[in-house]
Structure formats: structure tokens, C-alpha cells
Nanobody, 121 residues
Framework: QVQLVESGGGLVQAGGSLRLSCANS????????MGWYRQAPGKQRELVAA???????NYADSVKGRFTISGDIAKNTVYLQMNGLKAEDTAVYYC???????????????WGQGTQVTVSS
């Protein structure tokens, strides 16, 4: 069973950096993509960045050039280096792992418990 555990959130001043980590503490599972989502108060959860087993990367426009995702899909680990943080980056950040059928059909979606990132302006 996949159990995603996140760490690395916290409080930082605008312009600062944080690094989020996520690892599967359960059985290693065949995962097709891993990524980070975030949800701010009163807003919908949104994709921040994702990485595929083939090394493909996907970023939200709002974080391009500031955030970098990395990880090892086979080991079910993913990281998010966040630089140049802004107040609008404040949110709960969730780790996601996904099994796909083909490239678009989601078979399983796994989520971590979330870690709070607060950026003071």
C-alpha cells in the first residue's frame, strides 16, 4: 500500500526558499507520475509540478523559473525546491502519486497528508 509522507514545509519570508520532500513509507509501488499540488484557503487544489517515469516535467505557469521538481519515480520519492517564494505561494502542499492506464486514465490516486507553507510578505 502506498503511504506518502511529506516534510519540509514551514514559515519563510518572501524571497526565501524551502525544499519539500515526499517518500512512500509503505510498499514500493509501480507509479507512473508523482507531483505536488497545493490548496490555499477558499481555493481549489491546483497542480504545482509533476514528474513522469520517463523524466517529463510539468509546471504551473505561476511557478516556472522559481520551483524545481525532482525525484525517483521507481523509488516513489519526489522533491520540490521552491525559490523566490511569494506570499501567493502560501498554501497546504500535497504530494501525489498516480498510476495510469495508458497516458490519461487514472487507476489509482494517492495523496499525502499535506504540509503547510506560509510565506510572509
Amino acid at each position: 500500500q502506498v503511504q506518502l509522507v511529506e516534510s519540509g514545509g514551514g514559515l519563510v519570508q518572501a524571497g526565501g526558499s524551502l525544499r519539500l520532500s515526499c517518500a512512500n513509507s509503505g510498499s514500493i509501488f509501480r507509479i507512473n507520475t508523482m507531483g505536488w499540488y497545493r490548496q490555499a484557503p477558499g481555493k481549489q487544489r491546483e497542480l504545482v509540478a509533476a514528474i513522469t517515469g520517463g523524466g517529463g516535467l510539468n509546471y504551473a505557469d505561476s511557478v516556472k523559473g522559481r520551483f524545481t521538481i525532482s525525484g525517483d519515480i521507481a523509488k516513489n520519492t519526489v522533491y520540490l525546491q521552491m525559490n523566490g517564494l511569494k506570499a501567493e505561494d502560501t498554501a497546504v502542499y500535497y504530494c501525489n502519486a498516480r498510476r495510469l492506464l495508458g497516458t490519461t486514465v487514472v487507476i489509482n490516486d494517492y495523496w499525502g497528508q499535506g504540509t503547510q507553507v506560509t510565506v510572509s510578505s
